[in-house]
T-cell receptor, first 114, second 110 residues
Framework: DTAVSQTPKYLVTQMGNDKSIKCEQNLGHDTMYWYKQDSKKFLKIMFSYNNKELIINETVPNRFSPKSPDKAHLNLHINSLELGDSAVYFC?????????????FGNGTRLTVT | RKEVEQDPGPFNVPEGATVAFNCTYSNSASQSFFWYRQDCRKEPKLLMSVYSSGNEDGRFTAQLNRASQYISLLIRDSKLSDSATYLCVVTPTGANNLFFGTGTRLTVIP
């Protein structure tokens, strides 16, 4: 009965590689997000999609490209990985779009770039 | 200035103690407020929403002070299982996303 699931849970890769993280939610929510949590534990939004449409695109390098094939899925592709990309990436979903609805998070993908 | 600021702690309290955290926000027109809990190496989970009139859920009480632009979380009769990082979350009016504080770390000691 997993609500928001993301894969893989751990990702170790070398600089310069391209990798993807997948996320799926079975809550019927309209909005999905990608958050990055750095080593100082600060959670910062990267992207938000509402019904497959991009609504938030924070200042993120264009090496990061989200893709939402349908409202239940939001994947994140990262090109030319850099050391500074090492972090935990959380996918989340919410019922509404305006920040009034609480977020449901996936269990995170711990990315380590060597 | 950050949207949301919290004392990072750590707060180390004995079992059974009462502990309170405050969180300040910069946008006076903020409309939604939440407290999340994050255990070590886990995802954040909603603890409770914060309503204008204040709200209580068992040992947890959340309050909003709009005049001073802060929200608080009070935990009574602390349990070992309350040890976690507590994240304050705010949505400014008109924003489409939630802003997270850096979290306050609580350790309840036997």
């Amino acid at each position: 009965d997993t609500a928001v699931s993301q894969t893989p849970k751990y990702l170790v890769t070398q600089m310069g590689n391209d990798k993807s993280i997948k996320c799926e939610q079975n809550l019927g929510h309209d909005t999905m997000y990608w958050y990055k949590q750095d080593s100082k534990k600060f959670l910062k939004i990267m992207f938000s999609y509402n019904n497959k449409e991009l609504i938030i695109n924070e200042t993120v390098p264009n090496r990061f490209s989200p893709k939402s094939p349908d409202k239940a899925h939001l994947n994140l592709h990262i090109n030319s990985l850099e050391l500074g990309d090492s972090a935990v990436y959380f996918c989340a979903s919410s019922q509404g779009m305006g920040g009034d609805s609480p977020l449901h998070f996936g269990n995170g993908t711990r990315l380590t770039v060597t | 200035r950050k949207e949301v600021e919290q004392d990072p702690g750590p707060f180390n309290v004995p079992e059974g103690a009462t502990v309170a955290f405050n969180c300040t926000y910069s946008n006076s027109a903020s409309q939604s407020f939440f407290w999340y809990r994050q255990d070590c190496r886990k995802e954040p989970k909603l603890l409770m929403s914060v309503y204008s009139s204040g709200n209580e859920d068992g040992r947890f009480t959340a309050q909003l002070n709009r005049a001073s632009q802060y929200i608080s979380l009070l935990i009574r009769d602390s349990k070992l299982s309350d040890s976690a990082t507590y994240l304050c979350v705010v949505t400014p009016t008109g924003a489409n996303n939630l802003f997270f504080g850096t979290g306050t770390r609580l350790t309840v000691i036997p």
